[in-house]
């Protein structure tokens, strides 16, 4: 199990947020933790990477507890995060971009990632490799810092809303690089309202609504239960 979150609880100030909320992710799995918007998906992503604590349950990485370190701690350990604002570097070139973020990580056991392989899964980036990051679309932005998060080599990928204001078509292409990532072995566990989207690549679903973890299962089982969906995803 290369990813547990027992129960957390998580706040902001004395607003209680989430509420007992667990998942899993198996090594190589696509995973998503789908909800309409407020629901809790980016405080459950906050939380497992360290940046909002929870105050009370836990977080395992390899087994290894996570709770009270810091995210920069977390993040050498091999766990990515791309946040749903994407904090790209607007000065810098994408391929600057891409360099700046060369680190190891401790778990990371494949191919180390280079500029010339985020090419190969991102190639509209090389086209681009030589312009500023801030005249980058929200698109092409996106995949710049999947790219920045893949340079420090994790062996998961944590993705806060990566399709949220894209185009159907760039929201198809995510899909296919997604796809090819999980293909060469990267785990990702994503957080989207986007359920079309989700249901097409990933293996295993979450539904979170009002901070509660309320439907798991798979993405088959999903697509046929019509009460989920109504309730929760507004289907």
């Known amino acids: 199990m290369i990813l547990e979150v027992n129960n957390i609880n998580t706040f902001y100030g004395t607003s209680h947020i989430l509420f007992d909320v667990s998942l899993q992710v198996e090594s190589g799995e696509l995973v998503c933790l789908l909800g309409r918007n407020g629901a809790g998906k980016t405080t459950t992503m906050r939380s497992i990477m360290g940046l909002t604590p929870p105050k009370t349950g836990g977080v395992k990485f390899y087994g290894e507890d996570m709770t009270g370190i810091p995210p920069y701690t977390i993040a050498q350990k091999g766990m990515g995060y791309v946040p749903d604002n994407r904090l790209i570097f607007p000065d810098l070139t994408v391929r600057q971009n891409l360099e700046v973020a060369i680190k190891k990580s401790e778990h990371f056991k494949g191919e180390p990632w280079t500029v010339e392989r985020i090419f190969e899964i991102f190639p509209k980036l090389k ?91 798979s993405i088959a089982e999903l697509s046929t239960n019509e009460e989920v969906k109504r309730n929760y995803l507004m289907i």
Do not use: C, W
């Open 127 to 217: 086209i681009l490799e030589k312009h500023l990051g801030g005249y980058l679309s929200g698109g092409e932005q996106q995949m710049l810092t999947i790219g920045r998060t893949l340079m420090g080599n994790p062996e998961l990928i944590l993705l806060d809303e990566p399709v949220e204001g894209l185009a159907p078509l760039v929201v198809k292409d995510f899909a296919e690089r997604l796809l090819k990532l999980k293909e060469i072995g990267v785990t990702i566990l994503f957080s989207e309202q986007n359920v079309k989207f989700s249901l097409a690549i990933a293996d295993r679903a979450y539904v979170i609504d009002r901070g509660r973890i309320r439907y798991h299962g």
